[in-house]
């Protein structure tokens, strides 16, 4: 509960969310809306990847008492989407009984699919002809440009 | 592990939501009327493919090249991740250009196949000057 206390609930139970939820007839199609709305953007970006997976635990505890019960499971599911981190989360994800949500399950597989990877490389010429490197996504590289000239 | 596709591009951007790669500007060709040039914003992109009994994690070297001169080096960290699919982006901020010839980017697989994307530099004649 403590990690709850440190969202604003106004910014989770936007009415845009709401309106998602309420109206939305695929879990697809909720997923997509959800993942470009304010709200799960705040989750994610207030929340660390395991907070989020502990409070989507926390939230299962009991059935859905309310409409607000299924909205809060969805944004913190589509929060955990765009967590860069999140296939480090999924076997703790998949543990979760997400059945009595009605679209749980399909939203948990539709997050949790394998996507691309992307290593990404970063390097920058600098006046004193040495570069820095930077490994932005999820690794870091080493790197050099040798100038001018170069080597055989 | 095989090669889907390899390019060299100004730009490229991945879409948060979906995960898709787009590339821009393709380069074919750097065109110069001299040298040294220095090329600001360059990309290389490489798709790579395995096999799932192949390993999932594998370090090799980038090796940038104008013709037979190696103008720059670095380490590559191939992280498929649990995926069968792989994507390299390395941004150059700022790669300069002494000579005319082909620019190769280039890299290998752990099964000895070379990945490849050459860019040729050429010079061209300068334009005219403006009269006052």
């Given at each position: ?152 | ?28 060709r750097i065109e110069a009327p001299q040298f040294p040039i ?28 104008l013709g ?29 250009i002494v000579t005319a010839g082909e620019l ?16 040729p530099v050429v010079q061209v ?8």
């Open positions: 509960m403590e990690i709850r206390g440190s969202l604003q609930s106004e910014f989770v139970e936007t009415p845009s969310a709401k309106e998602a939820v309420l109206f939305s007839n695929t879990a697809s199609f909720l997923l997509d809306r959800l993942r470009k709305d304010s709200s799960a953007a705040y989750v994610a970006h207030k929340l660390k990847t395991d907070e989020i997976v502990e409070l989507v635990k926390d939230r299962i505890k009991a059935p859905p008492a309310s409409p607000l019960d299924l909205l809060w499971l969805y944004v913190l599911l589509a929060a955990l989407s765009l967590k860069d981190d999140l296939q480090q989360f999924k076997d703790r994800i998949n543990s979760n009984d997400l059945s009595q949500f009605q679209w749980g399950d399909e939203i948990r597989k539709y997050i949790l699919e394998d996507k691309t990877t992307t290593n990404f490389l970063d390097t920058r010429y600098t006046e004193i002809r040495k570069n820095s490197q930077t490994g932005t996504a999820n690794r870091v590289t080493t790197g050099r440009v040798l100038v001018p000239g170069g080597s055989r | 592990m095989i090669l889907q596709f390899a390019v060299v591009a100004q730009s490229v951007a991945i879409d948060r939501f979906t995960n898709r790669l787009s590339i821009f500007n393709v380069c074919e220095f090329v600001a914003e360059l990309v290389f992109v490489a798709v790579v493919r395995r096999e799932p009994n192949e390993p999932a994690v594998y370090d090799t070297i980038l090796n940038i090249r037979q001169t190696v103008i720059g080096q670095a380490n590559l960290h191939i992280d498929f991740e649990g995926s069968l699919n792989n994507r390299q982006v390395a941004n150059f901020q700022g790669l300069p190769q980017f280039g890299f290998d697989l752990p099964n000895g196949v070379q990945v490849n994307a050459t860019v004649p300068a334009p005219p000057q403006a009269r006052a």
